[in-house]
């Protein structure tokens, strides 16, 4: 038995929301843990210089984290696509142009804004025929045109489910998109606070100094 497209769809969609989520939940964690961890103690023993590059990694590191979670939120955000998408989105338009013999049918070639149009033009054609009422004995011209509504209906029903399949592909296309163009400044936010908070914690823990030793003291025991 042939798997059900939308079920993959389905299925795909949610791996990628889980991975996101998995993502958001990490970069959240460290922004707890580095907040819960911090030791006022240890800032307080940083003077000078040291607790000025301290302050500004704290306030860097957590930055970097907020963008993060910013462009994990965007992503896990919901964002309805159409298929009339591929009309504005020239990439989408491309990657299913070159798979028209799975995506789309044979009279439309492989152009999806073909498939599009012939869906638009279906829909204006029964509009007004829709207006002609049912009757048991119509004349040769209402017969004809009710004739005529039930072929575009016919049309319409088998090419609907067609747009709705390709509004599925696209929604898979634009997430996957939508992840790879979150890859690189992702990663160098968390690069990014990865090396702010070793930052922090060097300049936040200066090095101890050892104690002076005090005056010698001589004891003469000479009696």
């Known amino acids: 038995m042939a798997d059900d497209p939308s079920a993959m769809h389905q299925a795909a969609v949610a791996n990628y929301r889980d991975t996101v989520k998995w993502l958001t939940a990490g970069f959240a964690?460290?922004?707890a843990v580095f907040v819960a961890g911090t030791s006022l103690a240890s800032i307080g023993s940083a003077t000078g210089w040291r607790l000025g590059v301290a302050l500004a990694a704290a306030?860097?590191?957590l930055a970097c984290i907020g963008a993060c979670l910013s462009l994990l939120l965007d992503l896990l955000a919901p964002n309805a696509v159409f298929a009339d998408a591929a009309r504005t989105d020239a990439a989408l338009r491309a990657w299913i142009d070159s798979h028209a013999d799975a995506l789309l049918p044979a009279e439309d070639g492989a152009s999806v804004i073909a498939c599009l149009d012939r869906l638009h033009r279906l829909r204006e054609q029964m509009g007004p025929l829709w207006a002609i009422?049912?009757?048991p004995d119509p004349d040769a011209a209402t017969a004809a045109a009710l004739r005529f509504r039930d072929r575009l209906a016919g049309d319409y029903d088998a090419l609907q489910p067609v747009v709705a399949q390709l509004a599925m592909y696209a929604e898979s296309y634009r997430l996957r998109h939508d992840l790879a163009r979150?890859?690189?400044?992702l990663f160098g936010f968390a690069l990014g606070a990865a090396v702010l908070l070793g930052t922090f914690a060097w300049a936040a823990n200066p090095p101890a100094h050892p104690k002076p030793a005090g005056p010698l003291v001589v004891i003469n025991r000479a009696r």
Do not use: Y
């Open 133 to 135: 009422p049912a009757m």
């Open 182 to 185: 979150a890859k690189r400044p």
């Open 29 to 31: 964690g460290v922004g």
């Open 59 to 61: 306030v860097g590191a």
